[in-house]
C-alpha cells in the first residue's frame, strides 16, 4: 500500500466543502490552558499536510512510526532544524561528503561558526562513518541518493554503526520521495525531505517536511543530548523527552526553533503541497519510468564518457539499489560529456524541452552544469572528491511524453557535433 495509506481527508466543517480549506491567519483563538498537558497537546497536534505528509512516510502496518511530522518554510529549514535540534557549541557530526551542496555548506562552513563541527566521509564505506565518531558526536547525516550522482549508501549497515555508538540518523530522502522508500522502515530516526520537490511536483511551492520515527532513546546516555533530556527554562523546565517520548524531537523544534526563527509553512503553500500529494505515486512512477528509458540511450551515445545511476550492472551500488528499490528509482542523476565543460555548455544550450534550472524533482524535465551552479561553492578539490566534473551533467527526469524527452537530448548531441567541440 502507498498512497492510500495517507490520512483521509475530511469535509470542511464550515461549508461542508470537501476541498481542504485555506485560512489566510497571523493567530488563532487559544483558550486559557491552565494545566501542561493542555499545552503539550496543542504543540504535538499537527495540521492537515503534517498529517498527510505523515501518512506518506508509513506503511499501514507501521502506524507507530512516524510519531512525530513538522512541515516547514522549505526543504532547507527542515535539514537546518533537524541538525541543530540537537547540536551545541563543540558538538561534532558525521555526514556523508556527496550531500546537496546548500547542506555541504551548512555543514563544512555555517555550523562551524557556531562551534558545530563534521567530519565527511563516503556514502559508500560504512567503515568511514565508524571511523569518523569522536566522543563529542552527536549524529550521523546522509541522503538517500547522493546529490548529483544519485549514488546509495547501505542504510542498514550505517544506521547499525550509529546505533551501536548510541547516535542517531538523519536521512534526507528527497530524491527517493517517500512514494519509493521510507527511511525510518531501514533505521533512520529522522527524516527530512524538501516538499518543493517530489511531494510538491511543480517547481512552484517551497516546503520541507521532518519527520520523527519516534523509536530512539534519546536518555540511553546521561547529558548526550541536553536539549531533549535536560529542563528547558524557555518552557518552565520542560523536559521534552520526558514529557513526550517519542515525539520530543519534533515538538521541540516546533516549541523552540520554528518559535525563535519563524520558518513557519505559509497557509497557501500547505495548499498547494496538499494537492501535490494526491498524485504523487503517479507522476513518480512516470518519473523513473522515462529516466529508465533515458539511462538506455545515453548509453548508446558515443560523447558520454559515463553516466552515474545506480541501476546499471557493475557499479559498487548496485545490489543496494536492486534491494531498496526492487521498482526502479533515481529520476535524478549525472552523465558526464566528453568535452568538459564547454562541450557541456553547448550541450545544454541547445536543449528546448529541458530547463535550465537548478531545482530538481519538477514534473518538467531539467538540465543544470553542478559545478558551475549547485554546487560552485565548493573547491576544485572537494568537487573532485564528490564525483563532479567539469563534464558533469544533472538531469531530472520529468512526465512528459518519452519521445518528446528523448527528441530533445538528441538535438543536444546533434548540435555538439555541429560545434566541433565533440569528441
Known amino acids: 500500500m502507498y498512497l492510500a495509506e495517507v490520512v483521509k481527508q475530511p469535509p470542511a466543517q464550515t461549508v461542508d466543502g470537501f476541498a481542504v480549506p485555506r485560512h489566510r491567519l497571523q493567530a488563532l483563538i487559544v483558550a486559557l490552558a491552565h494545566e501542561r498537558s493542555v499545552l503539550l497537546r496543542e504543540l ?55 550531500v546537496y551542496g546548500g547542506t555541504f555548506n551548512l555543514l563544512r562552513h555555517t555550523l562551524p561558526r557556531d562551534g558545530i563541527t563534521t567530519t565527511f566521509v563516503s556514502a559508500e564505506n560504512p567503515q568511514e562513518f565508524e571511523d569518523a565518531i569522536q566522543e563529542n558526536t552527536k549524529l550521523v547525516y546522509f541522503e538517500t541518493f547522493g546529490n548529483p550522482n544519485a549514488d546509495l549508501p547501505d542504510f542498514e549497515a550505517i544506521t547499525a554503526i550509529a546505533h551501536k555508538h548510541h547516535l542517531p540518523v538523519i536521512v534526507d530522502n528527497t530524491f527517493a520521495s517517500p512514494y519509493l522508500f521510507r527511511p525510518l522502515e531501514h533505521g533512520a530516526d529522522v527524516v527530512v525531505e524538501s516538499a518543493t520537490k517530489f511531494i510538491g511536483g511543480h517547481g512552484t511551492t517551497l516546503g520541507g517536511v521532518i519527520v520523527e520515527g519516534g523509536k530512539f532513546n534519546w536518555a540511553e546516555v546521561p547529558g548526550k543530548f541536553p536539549t531533549l533530556t535536560e529542563p528547558d527554562p524557555s518552557y518552565h523546565g520542560l523536559n521534552f523527552y520526558e514529557a513526550l517520548g517519542g515525539a520530543a524531537f519534533v515538538t521541540r523544534i516546533r516549541a523552540i526553533l520554528l518559535r525563535d526563527t519563524g520558518a513557519t509553512l505559509s497557509p497557501f503553500a500547505a495548499f498547494l503541497l496538499l494537492q501535490g500529494t494526491e498524485t504523487l505515486s503517479l507522476r513518480v512512477e512516470r518519473h523513473v519510468e522515462n529516466a529508465l528509458k533515458v539511462i538506455d540511450y545515453l548509453k548508446t551515445v558515443p560523447e558520454v564518457e559515463s553516466i552515474s545511476h545506480p541501476s546499471i550492472p557493475g557499479r559498487p551500488d548496485h545490489d543496494l539499489y536492486e534491494k531498496y528499490f526492487p521498482n526502479g528509482a533515481g529520476s535524478i542523476f549525472t552523465f558526464d560529456i566528453k568535452g568538459g565543460k564547454d562541450a557541456a555548455r553547448v550541450f545544454i544550450d541547445n536543449l528546448h524541452l529541458f530547463s535550465l534550472l537548478a531545482n530538481v524533482a519538477d514534473a518538467k524535465s531539467l538540465v543544470i552544469h553542478p559545478a558551475s551552479t549547485t554546487h560552485s561553492q565548493e573547491t576544485l578539490e572537494e568537487l573532485e572528491d564528490q564525483g563532479i566534473h567539469q563534464g558533469t551533467i544533472r538531469l531530472s527526469i520529468g512526465t512528459e511524453n518519452i519521445e518528446d524527452i528523448l527528441d530533445d537530448l538528441k538535438g543536444g548531441f546533434e548540435a555538439l557535433r555541429a560545434s566541433g567541440l565533440a569528441k
Not at 47 to 74: M, N, P, T, W, Y
Request: hydrophobic share 45%; net charge negative; glycine share 10%.
Open 44 to 98: 504535538v497536534g499537527p495540521a492537515v499536510f503534517d498529517e498527510k505528509a505523515r501518512g506518506l512516510h508509513i506503511s499501514g502496518r507501521e502506524e507507530q512510526d512516524a510519531v512525530g511530522i513538522l512541515a516547514v518554510a522549505s526543504g532547507a529549514a527542515a535539514v537546518e532544524y533537524a541538525v541543530r535540534n540537537i547540536t551545541q557549541s563543540g558538538d561534532h557530526i558525521v555526514a556523508a561528503k556527496n
